[in-house]
């Protein structure tokens, strides 16, 4: 039976993750496999996976045909490194000390470079980041100006028809301070013209009565004798 080392496809449209199984080369990509080795997650930076190291290995030794994919991610990982350095202890090359200093070695230059990496990657998302908050806030500075602008503008013309409207009312109440003191004066003046003559010719008529009430009992007085 031919086995490959090939990933199964899960997750949701467009942020999908990989399980890296052991399969029959005949099951269908996503169907029954023999072992789950692994998971690839290729939505993050760097790729994150999550790797059984020694049933990697022990499946490549015992001839596991890995796909494309699934034969980059086993020698990011180091596998395909390790089982050159376990061959070479098989034929005798080198020791299995020797074999296991070297894949430490390159395991933790490995991971320097990765750190690196990691690194200038958040360094480079901070600057662009830094940059565009930047941006944003000269944008809003110059958004301000402009709002202080116009708001001054309307205050301005807001202030001007409020004196406007004062310097109108005070005139309208200027005029009508100058009508009613003309109407008082044209009051105060025109009855002392017309009430002296009625004065006049009322106390001649209230002086005369008393004179021919008197004289009418004078004049009865003798035809009573």
């Known amino acids: 039976m031919a086995v490959k080392i090939r990933l199964a496809r899960r997750g949701r449209k467009k942020l999908a993750i990989f399980d890296l199984v052991v399969a029959d080369a005949r099951a269908p990509r996503d169907g029954r496999f023999i072992e789950k080795i692994g ?43 390790k089982k050159h350095l376990q061959v070479g202890v098989i034929k005798g090359a080198i020791t299995q000390e020797q074999a296991d200093a070297k894949f430490e070695a390159w395991k933790a230059e ?32 110059a958004r301000a100006e402009v709002i202080a602008a116009k708001n001054k503008v309307e205050d301005e013309a807001l202030v001007a028809s409020v004196v406007e409207a ?33 004065i006049e010719e009322v106390a001649p008529a209230t002086e005369e009565a008393p004179a021919s009430e008197e004289a009418a009992p004078e004049a009865e007085a003798p035809a009573a004798e």
């Open 39 to 81: 998971t690839y997650n290729p939505n993050s930076n760097p790729a994150t996976i999550v790797l059984n190291d020694a049933q990697a290995l022990k499946w490549v030794m015992n001839g596991a045909q890995p796909t494309d994919t699934a034969k980059a991610i086993l020698s990011y990982r180091g596998i395909l490194y």
């Open 110 to 141: 490995k991971e320097t470079k990765i750190q690196t990496k990691s690194t200038n990657i958040q360094d480079s998302k901070d600057k662009s980041k830094a940059t565009r908050l930047a941006a944003e806030a000269k944008v809003s500075a």
């Open 166 to 198: 004062i310097n109108e009312s005070d005139d309208d109440a200027v005029e009508e301070v100058e009508e009613t003191v003309v109407a008082e004066v044209a009051a105060e003046e025109t009855p002392a013209v017309e009430v002296a003559p009625a």
